[in-house]
């Protein structure tokens, strides 16, 4: 094994994904409000396995298709036209979504899964399992990409505070020569560590949310360490591991 | 005129200059270490224009075309073969520059430049015109876009940095609804709002820049207002006006 530290990055837009080499890496998908917040929450809560799918059209075919599967997804802020719910991390408790599978629509979160093809690992980032995220790329001793959805590949502030709180925990086990993992870690330092959604009120993501009366959904996805688990990708499906 | 505010924007990086509408709006160009620190000082020491140009071939087939005409870039850190001089801001005293045409290759910054197509107007941005700059901006009443030029599309902590210096100078008469404006204040106002260089020494561009010894340079870079004047471009030039 080399001495060298593996490198740690931080990818800020899907539209930045090609500058950097995921071949080989494991890449954390980021997408705080709500997609990943809520796949943590499912499979912590007993999902047999989350399908992330990128239409509406396909979320309806796969749920048809499978048993004991929900399907899942919102445009603008409400349940998509022909699936049967939301993108809200509180509406999977475990008498809920215990052994079913859920077929999930998003729009930015779903959107950077499919873009990176050769990474050696896909994770599923989100406070709700921070440091079991933080402990498993620690443990693997791989370079690591942390990609933030963000917002139709506009930088946001709660994907990057996330990744900032990746990179404060675990920055000193690899190398940090990048600016967008030092900014983020800046962000994070910047709100004392705790209290996010008080930071964040003043963010793109909350006003648009807020307006959809969903301040409780958000409150609940910057909770640190609520959902310990680690959701992988395993050929099309997320699935827990424990 | 409308009482609303225009609204006052953050591009993180060139690839994603096509998310933001610059019809109409002025775009301040940021490359702090160093085409825009430089273009900044060699105007405000009395250069008649400065020529940004894409490639050293042009740069040298311009210098021969023009009298009184000086060509200048680096590549690597060194002067590229070719050209007469270096991308440094403290090459260009008054009476070595005085009168003169500078015709300019940079890489990150004027490929920027030249992406930009249909704004109001094109502003050259630095620390060293900062306060020329928000003055300039807060008097426009126009939509702004800070044009961050990043490093080979790459997010940077000094292009940031400055633009938080900006949003965080006149953010108040803009409408600010933008997480990246709202990251790059962050970052400012985490460096307390002065020792800029302290707060760069960890960034990508510090350490690649110090490898050459231009520590001094980007030092002076970092140095708020020490050349108020303000860098428009008109047509292929850009010329101060004071």
Same mark, same amino acid.
């Given at each position: 094994m080399s001495s060298e530290k593996p490198s740690l990055e931080v990818c800020l837009s899907p539209a930045l994904l090609?500058?950097?080499?995921? /071949?080989g890496s494991v890449v954390v998908i980021i997408d705080i409000f709500r997609a990943t917040s809520t796949i943590t929450a499912a499979l912590h809560n007993g999902a047999a396995s989350v399908i992330p799918v990128a239409s509406v059209q396909d979320c309806i075919a796969i749920g048809n298709s499978l048993p004991n599967s929900l399907t899942a997804g919102e445009r603008d802020g409400k349940i998509a036209?022909?699936?049967?719910?939301?993108?809200?991390?509180?509406?999977?408790p475990t008498d809920f979504v215990q052994g079913k599978t859920l077929v999930l629509t998003t729009t930015n979160g779903t959107r950077l899964l499919h873009m990176?093809?050769?990474? /050696?690992q896909i994770v599923i980032g989100s406070f709700l399992n921070l440091s079991v995220v933080c402990d498993y790329l620690l443990a693997q001793n791989k370079n690591v990409l942390l990609g933030c959805a963000s917002w139709k590949d506009k930088y946001n502030l709660e994907d990057t505070l996330f990744a900032g709180a990746v990179v404060s925990r675990v920055g000193h086990a690899f190398e940090v020569n990048c600016d967008a993992a030092r900014g983020a870690r800046h962000l994070f330092n910047s709100t004392g560590g705790s209290n996010f959604i008080n930071f964040l009120r003043d963010s793109s993501h909350y006003r648009r949310l807020s307006a959809y009366g969903l301040e409780e959904d958000m409150e609940y996805c910057v909770t640190p360490d609520k959902h310990p688990v680690l959701p992988l990708l395993q050929g099309d499906r997320i699935v827990a591991v424990r």
């Open positions: 090609h500058l950097y080499n995921t /071949a036209p022909g699936l049967q719910h939301g993108n809200s991390p509180l509406e999977y990176v093809k050769d990474a /050696a």
